[in-house]
T-cell receptor
């Protein structure tokens, strides 16, 4: 699986959009980008995933660059409950379910 | 659905003791896995299973055994606990639907080995 690089920490003001970057320059054509988050030592929670098109669900939006070497997770209106560690994971072809977690980005939402 | 459940929530062991961490899911998922998370670190894969009767090793399997006799249950056994196994253990499950899917994680078991 491709390696990912994320900033170790970020702050965002409550109510503003939180933009979390991820670099995955060695991603291959059949690898998906996944985002999970972990709130205060709870089990990780799935947020969103994508292959090459931008994706949006009720939690977030995922913007993947055209060359697929980086992506951005967007939380449109951050709340205090979004304070968590966010993991960007690049996963190989479906059928191989293994997730390789890095150390993620610790996002702190500031009141 | 209860989702993924883990027992116990907390456990303290002495070095050399053995124990089993329980994991169950009620979503009829084929894939189940165990991760450990040490302080300040990401999760590391211990063992995984793609269906009843099939298990395989992950990144850090030493000192742990697993079995998968049913679709629902995937217990993790510590054979002879060591202080290096002090960690938080997470179980996860997902369907093997032939397409990318989310994994569902349990709440974790916090294990301390003295």
């Amino acid at each position: 699986d491709a390696k990912t690089t994320q900033p170790p920490s970020m702050d965002c003001a409550e109510g503003r959009a939180a933009n979390l970057p991820c670099n995955h320059s060695t991603i291959s054509g059949n690898e998906y980008v996944y985002w999970y988050r972990q709130i205060h030592s709870q089990g990780p929670q799935y947020i969103i995933h994508g292959l090459k098109n931008n994706e949006t669900n009720e939690m977030a939006s995922l913007i993947i660059t055209e060359d697929r070497k980086s992506s951005t997770l967007i939380l449109p209106h951050a709340t205090l409950r979004d304070t968590a560690v966010y993991y960007c994971i690049v996963r190989s072809n479906f059928g191989n379910e293994k997730l390789t977690f890095g150390t993620g980005t610790r996002l702190t939402i500031i009141p | 659905n209860a989702g993924v459940t883990q027992t116990p929530k907390f456990q303290v062991l002495k070095t050399g003791q053995s124990m089993t961490l329980q994991c169950a899911q009620d979503m009829n998922h084929e894939y189940m896995s165990w991760y450990r998370q040490d302080p300040g670190m990401g999760l590391r894969l211990i063992h995984y299973s793609v269906g009843a009767g099939i298990t395989d090793q992950g990144e850090v399997p030493n000192g742990y055994n697993v079995s998968r006799s049913t679709t629902e249950d995937f217990p993790l056994r510590l054979l002879s606990a060591a202080p290096s196994q002090t960690s938080v253990y997470f179980c996860a499950s997902s369907p093997l639907a032939g397409r990318p899917s989310e994994q569902f994680f349990g709440p974790g078991t916090r294990l301390t080995v003295l």
